[in-house]
């Protein structure tokens, strides 16, 4: 790409919370500052005191890179809306701090927003999900145009009872002005990205665009300890159950099974737990054959304590 090509592009910046994870974070903004687009910086968010983060991050000695280094630690949701609000792109594009993205990310998005001829405000791309033994390419497909966001996220799941349709953070770019106006909601411990999508993603496909290709890695090793990784199953329901009105009963049914249970089995509760939660559920979404099937794997799991 032209030096003179790049001036008429968009600059786009890259938000990247963190916080004492110095070498996994380097790891993710040297993937912006290899980006085959030309218009971009790295606004990294220290979320409270860590100076070897802000002298890791000095040591890469590269001005496109921005260090906001907060005082006290204010959580990942209001670090990313301090990211956004001191970024001076036209695109936000985020960030986890243990992920990378790889080199043709932002081009392809910005080139595809571009060729749409459309007002966009969010885009996404595939990912490749390494959570398994056997690294994924997801989602498997993107939202359909005027597609309920819950039941998109939600109800699509294998023959196994694993999700197909997902937008992980790390693939999103959304229109700075939109972000602004449509920040993260503060003092969640966990579901933010989830709460986002529900409340502000476009429901009309002329508003969003999506590239398929697989152009972030979405690394989950047990030891580099997401937050998800430590979820906490009555925190869920209870988020659930105060955010039902971005729900269809639908979905409710597949989060409480997907989401709720699953955790309760991970931290070691028993089958009394999961029919505590299939009993919110209403009876005639048991008719679903994958619910009903992901009902028996959570019981499953938490009667032979097994991992996934």
Known sequence: MSSSNSLQLPLVSAVIPTRNRPELVC???RSVL???????????VIDGPDAATVDALEALHDARVRIVALQENVGGSEARNVGVR??????????DDDDEWLPEKIERQIKTIAESGKKIF?????????QNI??????KFFPADRQNMSEYLFCNLDGIGRRKSFLQTSTWMVSRDY??????????????DTEWL???????SEKMAFVRAPLSYFHSDNEIGRISKAEDWKYNDRWADSNRHLFTERSYAYFLLFVCARSAALQGKGPKQILSLARKINFRYFAEWKLMLLLIKRLLQSTLKLKR
């Open 27 to 29: 790891r993710a903004v």
């Open 34 to 44: 290899q980006q085959t687009y030309a218009q971009v910086e790295a606004v990294v």
């Open 86 to 95: 001191h970024a001076s792109g036209e695109w936000i594009a985020l960030l």
């Open 122 to 130: 969010f885009s996404a791309t595939g990912y490749i999900d390494e």
């Open 134 to 139: 056997n690294p994924e390419i997801q989602p």
């Open 179 to 192: 972000l602004l106006s449509h920040p993260f909601a503060i003092g969640l411990k966990r579901n933010q």
């Open 198 to 204: 529900l409340r502000h993603t476009p429901a009309a």
